[in-house]
């Protein structure tokens, strides 16, 4: 890097870095109210609440680092523009397309940045989170894991591979004890469904009994009567916020070599990996609003103009994730669409600049 490109990529880190943390205060406010409601729950306190806010800042700094850039690009570039630096530069010779890769440069940095958040700080944060505020609210630890959930009723022990939602599970092992503590039957179900009245109706059960000698059937259809309640499947559900991408990648294959549905950490991975490549994409963005139509505006039209931007990324990042899972759309082209419609706004931009 040279003076030029550690200028500008101070100038819009420091911007950056300003944005990030207004935006994780308004957030975090957001989610202290939320957390409030739910003191007085088992034994969860208000100094509990504050504890999980700061926790899930991690995440939310993640998922809000395109944003950042895009803001912090705007007014950081806006700010050397208002003090006529970037013309000065410009009438130095140095072109559009020089600024253009020192913003680059910039955004790889911050996306470096990012991706060290999501891969080294969130996943724990995340965990610690999700164990910490439902040990305290439920006054039980969370089953979950990535090797599976383990639910114990009576004499009979599940092993829940997948969560696919509160009432359909997938790739459900039961084991049965006899009153001596020996393994009695198994079962593998390749689906279940959870009733809300506690039977748990498993399909395609391939069912082992060991006795004097080993037994084993294949029945379409099995129903067992539980003590189990329906509530307790929430702390079975696996965050995806909570698994590095390495992990993320060992779930999918575990997933699909028992054949189960994995197209929701796929999605999980590949937007993780899109979000850090919108950073350095949003930061290319700033540029052409600098120089073209907001260049006689304030921070605050420029501060506008990008909180629009941001806002349609994360609902257009969302549709496109619900879509993708609808009408079975290739899930890495819909998670990297938005940053070739950012990458594709970018270069429109900066070819209308004179």
Known sequence: ????DRYLALAAGRATLLVLVVLLALIGFISLTTQLQDVGRGSFEVADAFLIVIAQWPRNAFDV??????????MGLGALAKHSELVAVRAAGVGLRRLAYSMLVAGLLFGAAAAAIGELVMPPAERFADEYADELKRERSSLSGLSGSWLRDGERVFNILQVESLERL??????RFDDAGRLDSVALARRAEVGHDRVWRLEDVEYTRFGERIETDRLDRVELLTGIDP?????SVIDTNSMSIPMLREYIRYLEANELQASRYEMAMWQRIANVAAVPAMLLLALPFVFGPLRSGGNSARFVVGFLIGILYILGKG????GAQVYGAPIWLTAWLPVGVILAGAAFGLSRVR
Do not use: C, H, T
Not at 65 to 74: E, Y
Not at 231 to 235: D, G, N, Y
Not at 319 to 322: E, F, H, S
């Open 319 to 322: 549709a496109l994730a619900d």
């Open 65 to 74: 680092f395109p944003i950042a850039a895009l803001l912090g690009g705007m």
């Open 231 to 235: 509530s307790v499947m929430e702390v």
């Open 170 to 175: 997938g790739g459900v092992y039961v084991y």
């Open 1 to 4: 890097m040279n003076i030029i």
